[in-house]
């Protein structure tokens, strides 16, 4: 059961965020930017508490002179601290999407307009502390990488993000929160290895994909003929070929791939579990884009005609994530 304290903190949290308005670019001024001081920078104002107590006590003028220059040194650094982030442009580069197990980058440019270089400046994702540092050179911009990994496939908010500085001497922690708009697409991941694609479907009008059910291995196969292009050739039987020290290889002959074509659908996976489903679906997407068939996919509610190439496979892909 939830303490008095911890409800507290988490309804602080969500009050916060209200007032982040999400947005892909954040130029940082003093009403989003926080300063407390660091650990060493509470150490430091006790040092100076008991220097003065014992400059007054012992009426040292030295003491007073070592107490208030390292004073007024700690405000100057206070000053510059703030100042580092003050100013300062955020802005992130649109996401890519990417397979399920694996960890998003994100693409965080920071812009300066200021005449000097902005030192000891780290993004990273709010709670993590895999900082990315980097300078912000005069009148310049520099790019920094943070990643976090989703924990499902589907179409994802990106979290929130923290940019912070402690220069120059550590006893202030200045930091500003930031709340993207961009959302990222999570594929599911693959089945690994890769389960042979399933038979092809006759077509009517005899267009479309064909492969023998089992090994994967493509029927309507011929010599190669020099020109032919990379994706017809059967890559399977030439590693065969050259294992047995010959160096024949063989293409797909494009007049007897013409009678069936290739549907990808959750019922042919033979499995029951619908995240098990899209990871195979997942598979035998890219295996079919990896050897240049042109295949459509079917899912409840949804139909991807036959087509082959980049565009297909994204359609695919995203239809599968979102699925």
Same mark, same amino acid.
């Given at each position: ?78 000053? %510059? ?7 300062? $442009?955020?802005? &992130?580069? /649109?996401? +890519?999407? =990417?397979?399920? !197990? ?82 990222? %697409? ?7 290895? $890769?389960?042979? &694609?399933? /038979?092809? +479907?006759? =077509?009517?009008? !005899? ?94 509610? &949804? ?21």
């Amino acid at each position: 059961m939830r303490g008095p304290l911890s409800f507290l903190r988490q309804r602080w949290q969500q009050w916060w965020l209200a007032r982040l308005q999400p947005t892909d670019t954040l130029t940082l001024t003093q009403r989003n930017v926080y300063i407390l001081p660091t650990g060493p920078g509470w150490m430091l104002a006790l040092t100076l508490l008991v220097l003065l107590v014992a400059s007054i006590n012992y009426q040292l003028n030295l003491g007073y002179l070592l107490t208030f220059l390292l004073a007024g040194s700690a405000v100057v650094g206070m000053h %510059l601290c703030h100042g580092t982030l003050r100013g300062l $442009t955020l802005h &992130l580069q /649109p996401p +890519e999407a =990417h397979f399920l !197990g694996q960890s998003a980058v994100l693409d965080v440019q920071l812009s300066s307009e200021r005449r000097s270089t902005r030192f000891g400046i780290a993004v990273a994702v709010h709670g993590s502390q895999q900082w990315a540092w980097t300078d912000v050179p005069a009148q310049g911009s520099s790019k920094v990488q943070v990643a976090f990994a989703p924990s499902h496939r589907g179409l994802h908010s990106l979290p929130l993000l923290t940019a912070e500085t402690r220069f120059p001497l550590g006893t202030f922690r200045v930091w500003a929160l930031w709340r993207p708009a961009a959302q990222v %697409l999570v594929y599911p991941a693959p089945e690994v290895p $890769t389960p042979p &694609l399933p /038979p092809g +479907e006759p =077509h009517a009008s !005899g267009i479309g994909s064909t492969h023998s059910q089992g090994m994967g291995d493509f029927e309507g196969v011929r010599a190669y003929r020099r020109g032919d292009p990379q994706q017809l050739i059967v890559w399977k039987k030439a590693a065969q070929a050259l294992a047995s020290g010959s160096d024949n290889l063989v293409s797909r002959d494009s007049l007897q791939m013409q009678r069936h074509e290739l549907w990808l659908t959750p019922e042919r996976t033979g499995l029951s579990n619908p995240e098990a489903r899209l990871s195979r679906l997942t598979a035998w997407v890219l295996q079919a884009d990896r050897l240049g068939l042109d295949y459509g996919l079917r899912l409840p509610g &949804l139909e991807i005609a036959p087509g082959s190439g980049a565009a297909q496979r994204q359609r695919c892909l995203q239809a599968l994530a979102l699925a």
